[in-house]
């Protein structure tokens, strides 16, 4: 939640956010540490589409791109190290949720199964249950601008369209 927080205060100002916590019935008082029901986040992601005529898959995206900066600011030995993009990708179920689980008992992290198909070409199978594969995409771009990569992504098969998982393929120039 704070992270959403800083987004919605960051880009669309202090006043938006208090707007959106009052019509969510929120006290807008989060820590760090505590995990949240996904239905108080997803209800603010909802009010803010609504308020602000974007839709809620734009605003997940976004919120996925923000995400990878802050969490970089945050815990920057977790992502320090890897030469580009796909490195970095390749290590998120070994590595960065083993350690999101350290820092964040309870947390919920999506299923990562990676496949190295050359050194510029990753393939990710994304399982959550949360089918939230928007956030995923805005959290491969935030890291790609990171380390600096262009890339390309195709996304199939897809939740949205009733696969029981997503495919990512991820190509960096």
Not at 62 to 74: D, L, V
Not at 87 to 98: A, E, N, P, R, T
Not at 102 to 131: C, M, N, V, W
Request: proline share 3%; hydrophobic share 40%; aromatic share 10%.
């Amino acid at each position: 939640m704070n992270l959403l927080a800083d987004m919605v205060e960051t880009q669309l100002g202090m006043e938006e956010w208090n707007a959106v916590l009052d019509e969510a019935g929120e006290d807008g008082i989060y820590t760090a540490t505590s995990i949240y029901e996904d239905e108080r986040l997803l209800n603010m992601v909802g009010i803010l589409s609504r308020r602000n005529d974007i839709p809620v898959g734009d605003l997940v995206y976004a919120f996925g791109q923000f995400m990878f900066p802050a969490f970089f600011s945050r815990y920057p030995q977790l992502i320090e190290g890897h030469d580009n993009v796909l490195d970095f990708l390749q290590g998120l179920d070994s590595v960065i949720h083993v350690e999101v689980a350290k820092l964040y008992p309870g947390a919920i992290t999506p299923g990562f199964s990676d496949s190295r198909r050359d050194e510029k070409t990753l393939h990710l199978k994304y399982t959550s249950d949360r089918q939230l594969c928007a956030l995923a995409e805005g959290l491969i771009d935030g890291a790609a601008k990171h380390f600096g990569n262009a890339y390309q992504l195709e996304h199939s098969p897809c939740y949205q369209e009733g696969a029981d998982h997503c495919g990512l393929l991820i190509t960096i120039d």
